[in-house]
């Protein structure tokens, strides 16, 4: 569907900046935004490396085996279908340690080698598992301390408070993760 839509949107802003004079000015503000995007992309690129080589370190000592640890009672309740794998319960609480940093960008290869390893423990291939639609739920919601990739945005571009989003960042996720939870409930129910 977005196929279709951003191709209409294109030709419409090209067509009304050639019909209204100002095909300068888009073909500018055309040049200056990818100029933005690549310089954008190169500053958050330290950050990513930055936090995907903390994971990788974490991973290869004993830090995650002592999160997971810590993090178990609460992967027991939200996962009962994964009490017994350890594997899996690792890999979950790779993605949400990566999640609570506010890594997004390590958190999604974590959360696809979690969800392929739940796949495997699923016994209909063909339907989600709870434990798969929990995971997806949390996963979405992106539960946040440190949202350190819209800090890094915020840096990049010349704030003044990067920090400042951090309570609302809290408020906006936890709610996020509260109203999910209580739609696939509902939609169980039905």
Do not use: H
């Not at 977005?2 to 900046?17: E, G, H, R």
């Not at 810590?70 to 309740?77: E, M, R, Y």
């Not at 990067?162 to 739609?183: D, L, M, Q, Y």
């Amino acid at each position: 569907m977005l196929n279709k839509i951003w191709p209409v949107f294109i030709i419409i802003s090209f067509s009304y900046a050639i019909f209204s004079g100002n095909l300068e000015q888009l073909n500018s503000a055309i040049f200056t935004s990818t100029s933005d995007a690549i310089t954008l992309s190169i500053d958050l690129l330290g950050t990513i490396c930055l936090w995907n080589g903390i994971m990788q370190v974490a991973n290869k000592t004993s830090i995650i085996d002592k999160l997971t640890n810590l993090l178990s009672p609460i992967i027991k309740i939200l996962f009962p279908e994964m009490r017994k794998n350890k594997q899996v319960q690792k890999e979950i609480s790779m993605n949400m340690i990566a999640n609570i940093l506010g890594l997004g960008n390590a958190a999604t290869p974590l959360g696809l080698k979690a969800m392929k390893s739940m796949q495997k423990e699923n016994p209909r291939k063909d339907t989600l598992s709870n434990s798969m639609f929990i995971f997806i739920i949390l996963n979405t919601a992106s539960i946040q301390i440190i949202p350190t990739t819209v800090i890094a945005i915020r840096n990049s571009l010349g704030s003044s408070n990067p920090t400042a989003i951090v309570f609302p960042v809290w408020i906006a996720t936890i709610c996020a993760a509260v109203a999910r939870n209580n739609s696939c409930y509902v939609n169980d129910k039905v």
